[in-house]
T-cell receptor, first 108, second 111 residues
Framework: RKEVEQDPGPFNVPEGATVAFNCTYS??????FFWYRQDCRKEPKLLMS???SGNEDGRFTAQLNRASQYISLLIRDSKLSDSATYLC?????????FGTGTSLTVIP | NAGVTQTPKFRILKIGQSMTLQCTQD?????MYWYRQDPGMGLKLIYY???????DKGEVPNGYNVSRSTTEDFPLRLELAAPSQTSVYFC??????????FGPGTRLTVT
């Protein structure tokens, strides 16, 4: 079983739409969680950390459910510039485990 | 503050050749990582280091070697390159459980 699993998509949404991505992790000992954004042929960059209490950064909201071992990312009012691949990451011990990524394309 | 730097950006190797991918960070992070990313796939951990002089294998270490003689540098060595090692290689660093900072990547083709 993969450490982190996420729906690869692709998600094609119109500008202004709300889109949600989900991700599950298999190791209950995982300590911290992140969403990264990766543009085509570029390095991953941190979008936001994910906390049990939920956290929001502008149009982005991340949630962590430790009981069900899933992480979510909600993007409101999608912009063309949000088109990218979104990677879910779980930190367990000294290692970080990446999902395969969810592809998002925002359409004009 | 340059963050994480990687060289070279691109390289083409012939089968059986060797090379070293360089990675340097200037954030005084103890933890450093090497990943490979194949097209349409997630990042797979090759090797990691929790500090100078300490390295450990990740998920896909075969065909690679690393060393960590200083906090700043974490080179990845490919011996006897094979077509299966064609990939994009990312180096990353972190201060223990916090966000990882990635270098721009090295695109390697083995033919």
């Amino acid at each position: 079983r993969k450490e982190v699993e996420q729906d690869p998509g692709p998600f094609n949404v119109p500008e202004g739409a709300t889109v949600a991505f989900n991700c599950t992790y298999s190791n209950s000992a995982s300590q911290s969680f992140f969403w990264y954004r990766q543009d085509c042929r570029k390095e991953p960059k941190l979008l936001m950390s994910v906390y049990s209490s939920g956290n929001e950064d502008g149009r982005f909201t991340a949630q962590l459910n430790r009981a069900s071992q899933y992480i979510s990312l909600l993007i409101r009012d999608s912009k063309l510039s949000d088109s990218a691949t979104y990677l879910c990451v779980a930190n367990t011990g000294n290692q970080f485990y990446f999902g395969t990524g969810t592809s998002l394309t925002v359409i004009p | 503050n340059a963050g994480v730097t990687q060289t070279p950006k691109f390289r083409i190797l012939k089968i059986g050749q060797s090379m070293t991918l360089q990675c340097t960070q200037d954030m005084n992070h103890n933890y450093m990582y090497w990943y490979r990313q194949d097209p349409g796939m997630g990042l797979k951990l090759i090797y990691y280091s929790v500090g100078a002089g300490i390295t450990d294998k990740g998920e896909v270490p075969n065909g690679y070697n690393v060393s960590r003689s200083t906090t700043e540098d974490f080179p990845l060595r490919l011996e006897l390159a094979a077509p299966s090692q064609t990939s994009v290689y990312f180096c990353a660093s972190t201060a223990s459980g916090y966000e990882q900072y990635f270098g721009p990547g090295t695109r390697l083709t083995v033919t």
